[in-house]
């Protein structure tokens, strides 16, 4: 294998590479084994405190409503999101200056705040100025503060999206007469739409991780919340954070698996333009606005 | 109308943004040290560890970072004994705490941004290097990470402005920072959009210079290629 730093090895370095392997391999395995140790000092590795998740009452209890309660967090917050991050993210995109900088403003606003300070605020809000009931309320205010964060992600992914199609699009839509409208709903949305997918799955990993702080701060019943109540119950305090740190790496890894298939499979589309969104523009997008858009294709038009 | 700030002195609001500003600080240092580790993990010949360094950011990067940080405080401290050099010190011990999951979790975004710069440098770079009889090191320190470096600093810059803004995590685990007293504030205080306006400023200015400075700073040294 060549890669930029290193040559495909020879018989020297074949036996370097031998040399470091076992010496990693016999470090890892001494780390494998103090940890091990220390589960075992401290009774963490007694079955009683697995068992209970082997049984039924564990899961249908505690683990599975608490995952429901992060999925229908994340999906509200998606759907949500979607209309109005796409709303924001084309009005950025208008000729008109007191369209474009105003929606730019909201934008960049949402994005510089962490999505906590966005689920305080809501929560309090609910609380003073609606009669939403305190039951209700942590939920609200979950998704709230996650759409106003991912709303404001969501624009950006939609500018970019539109940005990485080609020129010749608008133009030929100009030539054949369409309006500004009629060339952003027919055909550059469209587009777009197909070439964010990838991306609008990634998001959705960055917000089911953002649903356990309303778990902790609000007291939203989900996953994170769940595995306070069970461990309270089961006194499994090690094995319920393993368990439920499990449970987000596989949703995670699935959400990320499922948008590079379609990452992958946009970039062999013939029918498409080749314009796609993925993983790593969402990584850029997600902090704040320092330079160009993730696809890198120039500033704001 | 502000008078209400006057209440809150331990910490008060520049006190709590300082705490911010110190997680903010100590956790990119150690961050930046241990995610270099690990793209150089990640980058290395050896298979195993290029496993090691692949399965670490898979793992931590699709955990919240909530989990990672509640853990720390109830399972490494209340479980496992890990003070952190601070056993009767709570406010202390919450704080290093905080950086150690803070830490552990952004350096998986740390090395992926390095990892990235590292993909930029073209190939047959490195390859018109070694043709002249150039050595390992003076490969990479005279062709190869000059221009990694370079492509580097606008990722780097994200991941700087996520953790300033990811710091308010460690507030699950009481450590007295901005997201904190804005807890406490807004509960107490009738002012509910005059505080969320205060805090919300309060992270613009932290996350936007930075931001810019960084944005143009990246532009500046951009390899043109």
């Known amino acids: 294998m060549t890669s930029v730093l290193y040559d ?46 082997t049984q039924s009452e564990a899961w249908t209890t505690y683990l599975l409503p608490g995952l429901g309660d992060t999925l229908k967090a994340a999906a509200l917050a998606m759907i949500i999101a979607l209309p109005l991050g796409a709303f924001f993210g084309i009005s950025r995109m208008s000729d008109h200056r007191w369209v474009r900088m105003p929606a730019g403003a909201v ?81 550059l949305l469209p587009q777009a739409v197909t070439a964010m997918l990838p991306a609008i799955v990634s998001q959705l990993v960055v917000i089911v991780k953002d649903t356990a702080l309303g778990g902790v701060m609000l007291g939203f019943t989900e996953l994170l919340n769940a595995r306070g109540t069970l461990a309270a119950n089961y006194a499994n305090v090690i094995p319920s954070f393993i368990v439920v740190a499990v449970i987000f790496i596989v949703l995670n890894f699935i959400l990320t698996s499922f948008a590079g298939w379609l990452e992958a499979r946009l970039r062999r589309s013939k029918r498409s333009t080749g314009a796609v969104l993925g993983a790593e523009d969402v990584d850029e997008l997600n902090a704040a606005e320092i330079g160009t858009p993730g696809t890198g294709k120039g500033d704001i038009v | 109308m502000f008078d209400f700030l006057s209440d809150y002195d331990d910490p008060s ?112 770079q490195a390859e018109a290097a ?52 804005m807890k406490e504030m807004i509960e107490n205080e009738a002012q509910t959009l005059l505080i969320g306006a205060i805090f919300a400023f309060g992270f613009v200015v932290l996350t936007l210079p930075t931001g810019l400075f960084l944005g143009w700073l990246s532009k500046r040294l951009a390899v043109k290629r």
């Open chain 1, 8 to 53: 495909a090895p020879g018989p020297k370095a074949k036996r370097r590479n031998l040399l470091f392997s076992v010496v990693f391999f016999v470090l890892l395995a001494l780390l494998a084994w103090w940890i091990w140790q220390v589960m075992d000092d401290k009774g963490q590795l007694r079955w009683a405190l697995w068992e209970p998740f």
């Open chain 1, 107 to 187: 934008v960049e606003f949402f994005r510089a705040i962490p999505v906590l300070l966005l689920m305080l605020f809501a929560n309090e809000f609910y609380a003073r100025y609606t009669d939403v009931s305190s039951a209700d309320r942590p939920l609200y205010a979950v998704v709230t503060g996650l759409v106003l964060y991912n709303a404001s992600v969501l624009a950006e992914i939609v500018r970019a999206g539109i940005l990485a199609l080609p020129k010749g699009q608008t133009e030929a839509a100009q030539a054949i007469g369409l309006r500004k409208g009629q060339t952003m709903t027919t055909i």
């Open chain 2, 13 to 124: 609001l520049l006190g709590a943004f300082w705490v911010t500003v110190q997680l903010t600080f100590f956790s990119a240092v150690g961050s930046l040290i241990w995610g270099t580790l690990l793209a150089a993990m990640r980058v290395s010949p050896v298979p195993l560890m290029r496993g090691f360094g692949t399965s670490y950011v898979n793992i931590v990067r699709n955990i919240p970072l909530t989990v990672i940080i509640v853990f720390t405080s109830l399972g490494l401290a209340d479980i496992f004994g890990m003070t952190m050099g601070a056993p009767d010190d709570f406010e202390a011990q919450g704080f290093r705490l905080a950086i150690l999951g803070l830490v552990a979790y952004t350096a998986a975004f740390v090395c992926e941004a390095l990892r990235s710069g590292i993909n930029t440098v073209p190939v047959g």
């Open chain 2, 130 to 181: 070694r043709a002249i009889g150039l050595s390992f090191s003076q490969v990479l320190r005279l062709i190869v990470l000059p221009q990694a470096f370079r492509s580097v600093i606008g990722p780097l810059a994200n991941v700087l402005i996520a953790l300033t803004k990811n710091t308010t995590v460690a507030a699950t685990i009481g450590v007295a920072e901005a997201a904190l007293l």
